[in-house]
């Protein structure tokens, strides 16, 4: 099946620092990634969807300023969190899709960041 | 917008039994309906998805789904529990076609699943 890596499974670092997390398609050309943001024991929140290319389209309440996401190309998201601060501590996990109407999503294996 | 709920945070089971989490979803139009397991620290993992056709659909590791269209449900099953089915189990509804191509899912708030020996 598709697999789809993340880079780095887990990051410390300390508040007012930025962190970079690479989300890459290893076997398949994804069209679109997505990032999601998932406190302890709930769902997923999306966060930003983002096309190769384009520019990522943000949901509602999650400041595009703090989450940058650059979509390079067809098998490379990166999600850099700016001036990290302690409550953006959580496990961020991306998804990537090919452009099937039908397709389901692969996703990554998260990368839990803890800021101090 | 496309919505699913899982009415159960926690289901217990003893290994060999059947299991089933729960999923009902509220769409407008023809639903489009995943399931996906998630193991601690760890992304999703697909399991099986109802686009159309039989109401009963097989996944991976032995899982299936049964699509009811008048109860608005879908369901996950499995004939005999594992302790390593042991996880958090989302029910996902695709909201919209993105422009670019794919799905843009909503998941339900998941429903984590103990099997005991």
């Known amino acids: 099946g598709a697999v789809v890596s993340q880079h780095p499974s887990w990051v410390i670092c300390k508040s007012g620092t930025s962190v970079k997390i690479e989300c890459r398609s290893l076997d398949f050309q994804a069209t679109t990634m997505f990032w999601y943001r998932q406190f302890p024991k709930q769902s997923l929140m999306l966060m930003a969807t983002?096309?190769?290319?384009?520019?990522?389209?943000?949901e509602q309440g999650v400041e595009k300023d703090k989450f940058l996401i650059n979509h390079a190309s067809l098998t490379l998201s990166t999600l850099t969190v700016t001036s990290a601060h302690p409550e953006d501590s959580s496990f961020y996990i991306c998804?990537?899709?090919?452009?099937?109407?039908?397709?389901?999503?692969?996703f990554g294996p998260g990368t839990r960041l803890t800021v101090l | 917008a496309q919505s699913v709920a899982q009415p159960e945070d926690q289901v217990n089971v003893a290994e060999g039994n059947p299991l089933t989490v729960k999923c009902t979803y509220s769409v407008s139009g023809n639903p489009y309906l995943f399931w996906y397991v998630q193991y601690p620290n760890r992304g999703l993992q697909f399991l099986l998805k109802y686009i159309t056709g039989d109401n009963l659909v097989k996944g991976s590791y032995g899982f299936e789904a049964e699509f009811n269209k008048s109860q608005t449900s879908f369901h996950l099953k499995k004939p005999s529990a594992l302790v390593s089915d042991s996880a958090l189990y989302f029910c996902?509804?695709?909201?919209?076609?993105?422009?670019?191509?794919?799905?843009?899912?909503?998941f339900g708030t998941g429903t984590q699943l103990k099997v005991e020996l």
């Open positions: 983002s096309n190769e290319g384009s520019k990522a389209t943000y």
């Open positions: 996902a509804v695709r909201d919209f076609i993105l422009t670019g191509g794919g799905n843009k899912l909503t």
């Open positions: 998804s990537a899709t090919t452009s099937g109407r039908w397709n389901e999503q692969f």
